[in-house]
């Protein structure tokens, strides 16, 4: 789960785009308001960002979490494809 915090308020040319479900391509920006977070499946659903054309630069928080169970030590290994 990807968790996007903006320390200013974001939108349009200045968010985050992303889709609401995985391959919907609906892409759509997070305009958010200073204080407030967003929470989305950044492992599913494509995001990007756009040129900012506007006057204010973004200021950003990233960062992901996942469950214990799911977590591999050996993370480059599980994601190698089977055949190499």
Do not use: M
């Not at 609906?26 to 040129?51: K, M, S």
């Amino acid at each position: 789960v990807n968790f996007w915090l903006p320390l200013s308020r974001v939108g349009g040319a200045n968010a985050l785009w992303v889709e609401s479900e995985d391959g919907k391509a609906d892409f759509a920006p997070l305009d958010l308001a200073y204080g407030e977070c967003a929470r989305f499946y950044g492992n599913r659903c494509l995001h990007f960002t756009i040129p900012n054309t506007t006057e204010d630069t973004r200021i950003t928080l990233d960062f992901r979490a996942v469950a214990g169970s799911l977590y591999h030590n050996d993370w480059w290994a599980s994601r190698q494809r089977p055949d190499g």
